[in-house]
């Protein structure tokens, strides 16, 4: 069965510094990867995902995420992060199967300050 | 704007009521997933049908049930509701099976 694990439930970041999120998966078939944001009070927005291909997959926001399959990771980056990206972030695994239902992570909360 | 409608987006009820909460998915979408969001549990996966069938199941309780409909918007019923059911549930909209997932804005659902 999949799994996600999020490694850090709140990271607070100053403005303009970067940042990473990390997200480790378990899975005993072919992933496919997602990372979401959840602004206030809103729904979930695709930030990124990886189907297959290059392992470095760039996605909206000046966000970027890394597959890394030896270590089972997908980690979510941004090299200078704004105000407006405090928010909170999942990852999720596809599940596999005939469904495509995601399984999410806890989530982390990312607190940038100025 | 995902594209995905939910309504209502708050709703307030009492112990042992039932509701019903609507998703009309993106234009063209087959499939339609549920998942409840609350402080506890996280994100969890409820229920996935696609074009009107059910093909998949998470851990959702016997006493919720779904259906999507032949103009492919989905209901999700819950009854006999219990505190612990508030939460957010989200509505998911995908053309096909495995592609990228869109999401509603929620409904909150608040049991008293």
């Known amino acids: 069965a999949q799994s996600v694990t999020q490694l850090d439930s709140q990271v607070p970041v100053f403005e303009e510094a970067p940042v990473e999120l990390r997200c480790n998966y378990s899975?005993?078939?072919?992933?496919?990867l997602f990372w979401y944001v959840q602004y206030p009070n809103q729904g979930l927005q695709l930030l990124l995902k990886?189907?297959?291909?290059?392992?470095l997959v760039k996605g909206i926001n000046g966000f970027e995420a890394e597959f890394n399959k030896s270590q089972t990771s997908f980690h979510l980056r941004k090299p200078s992060v704004h105000i407006s990206d405090t928010a909170e972030y999942f990852c999720?695994?596809?599940?596999?199967?005939?469904?495509?239902?995601?399984?999410f992570g806890q989530g982390t909360t990312l607190q940038v300050k100025p | 704007d995902s594209g995905v409608t939910q309504t209502p987006k708050h709703l307030i009820t009492a112990t042992g009521q039932r509701v019903t909460l609507r998703c009309s998915p993106r234009s063209g979408d087959l499939s339609v997933y549920w998942y409840q969001q609350s402080l506890d549990q996280g994100l969890q996966f409820l229920i996935h049908?696609?074009?009107?069938?059910?093909?998949a199941k998470g851990n959702i309780l016997e006493r919720f049930s779904a259906q999507q409909f032949p103009d492919l918007h989905s209901e999700l019923n819950l009854s006999s509701l219990e505190l612990g059911d508030s939460a957010l549930y989200f509505c998911a909209s995908s053309e096909l099976t495995g592609a990228e997932a869109f999401f509603g804005q929620g409904t909150r659902l608040t049991v008293v």
């Open positions: 049908y696609y074009n009107g069938e059910e093909r």
């Open positions: 999720a695994v596809h599940g596999s199967g005939i469904t495509g239902k995601l399984i």
């Open positions: 899975s005993s078939v072919s992933v496919y």
């Open positions: 990886y189907l297959s291909g290059s392992t």
